[in-house]
Nanobody, 130 residues
């Protein structure tokens, strides 16, 4: 089992920044790939970003490229999502996610699929006002 705790959300004006954190505990050696998703009430959960174990491989959804940066500190079992130049469309509950076991890096479509993740944080609300 892996436990994930999201934090760092809040309210910010457009153009502002937030840094989300996701602390993992438990069988964290099973979490080579970590990801962030977001969800707006009434809509499907959508992929935001993912990072491989070595930190060198990352994916982002197009709308956040150049504004968001995913990173990880394996010594602390923590993944971060630095969000800059926030826009109202970024408003959502953000969730970090980890796969069940040893999911290796793959294509964007594979890594971005919510069904490949079995462990989820509790979510942290991000609200961006115009």
């Amino acid at each position: 089992q892996v436990q994930l705790v999201d934090s760092g959300g809040g309210w910010v004006q457009a153009g502002g920044s937030l840094r989300l954190s996701c602390a993992a505990s438990g069988r964290t050696f099973n979490t080579p790939t970590m990801a962030w998703f977001r969800q707006v009430s009434g809509k499907e959960r959508e992929f935001v970003a993912a990072i491989a174990w070595n930190g060198a491989n990352t994916y982002y959804r197009n709308s956040v490229k150049g504004r968001f940066t995913i990173s990880r500190d394996n010594a602390k079992n923590t993944v971060y999502l630095q969000m800059n130049s926030l826009i109202p469309e970024d408003t959502a509950v953000y969730y970090c996610a980890a796969p069940r076991s040893g999911m290796t890096w793959g294509t964007f479509a594979f890594v971005a699929a919510p069904g490949n993740y079995d462990y989820w944080g509790q979510g942290t609300q991000v609200a961006v006002s115009s």
